[in-house]
């Protein structure tokens, strides 16, 4: 139980292009997902918290407006990359939690690659 | 957020061998949990502690914590090369209640040799 899927695996893109990721909690329900990013041989880092049918929270130092987040299900979060950069590629990552408690279930990641 | 630090940041052993990994952390907490992550996949879940516990122990795996020097370890007995992995700890801070963002240590490479 709690698999957590995630879709794309891998984006090549163009500079300027916008993309969404997929973040779907598959065989439970996920008031609360949580979206992180790790560049090449670094850890992860919180890029904020997605919360069903309200607006997400975002860490110090992320563009709320770059990183555009909707959960409007209780078992789908959306990552949407606005005019994305070559600075932006990266390894994003989701994860989520069965009734609001550790641990969290990840996806398998997100590789964006901005050209 | 901060994060912690975990050393050694790789490690290589022969199969068979024991595979000790450790882990500090700045802030108060409510968990710690260790997490592996295969080259270019996702975290798989590998054992949470609570504050309130010392020690706990999951099929090979073993893993302690001293919130006194807000430190954990992670150890693996038996290494298979199956086990060839990053390893993170990852902690939560205490706050209301529900769930909350994880911050992760940077982690440590473990090569088994076969």
């Known amino acids: 139980g709690a698999v957590v899927s995630q879709h794309p695996s891998r984006v090549i893109c163009k500079s300027g292009t916008s993309v969404k990721i997929e973040c779907r909690s598959l065989?439970?329900?996920?008031?609360?997902m949580f979206w992180y990013r790790q560049f090449p041989k670094q850890s992860l880092m919180l890029m904020a918290t997605s919360n069903e049918g309200s607006k997400a929270t975002y860490e110090q130092g992320v563009e709320k407006d770059k990183f555009l987040i909707n959960h409007a299900s209780l078992t789908l979060s959306t990552l949407t990359v606005t005019s994305a950069h070559p600075e932006d590629s990266s390894f994003y990552i989701c994860s989520a939690t069965q009734g609001g408690r550790q641990p969290q279930h990840f996806g398998d990641g997100t590789r964006l690659s901005i050209l | 957020s901060q994060q912690g630090e975990e050393d050694p940041q790789a490690l290589s052993i022969q199969e068979g061998e024991n595979a000790t990994m450790n882990c500090s952390y700045k802030t108060s907490i409510n968990n710690l949990q260790w997490y592996r992550q295969n080259s270019g996949r996702g975290l798989v879940h590998l054992i949470l502690?609570?504050?309130?516990?010392r020690e706990k122990h999951s099929g090979r795996l073993r893993v302690t914590l001293d919130t006194s020097k807000k430190s954990s370890s992670l150890l693996i007995t038996a290494s298979r090369a199956a086990d060839t992995a990053s390893y993170f700890c990852a902690t939560d801070a205490i706050s209301g209640g529900g769930a909350d963002g994880l911050t992760f240590g940077k982690g440590t490479h473990l090569i088994i040799q076969p």
């Open positions: 065989d439970f329900q996920a008031t609360t």
């Open positions: 502690i609570r504050s309130n516990e």
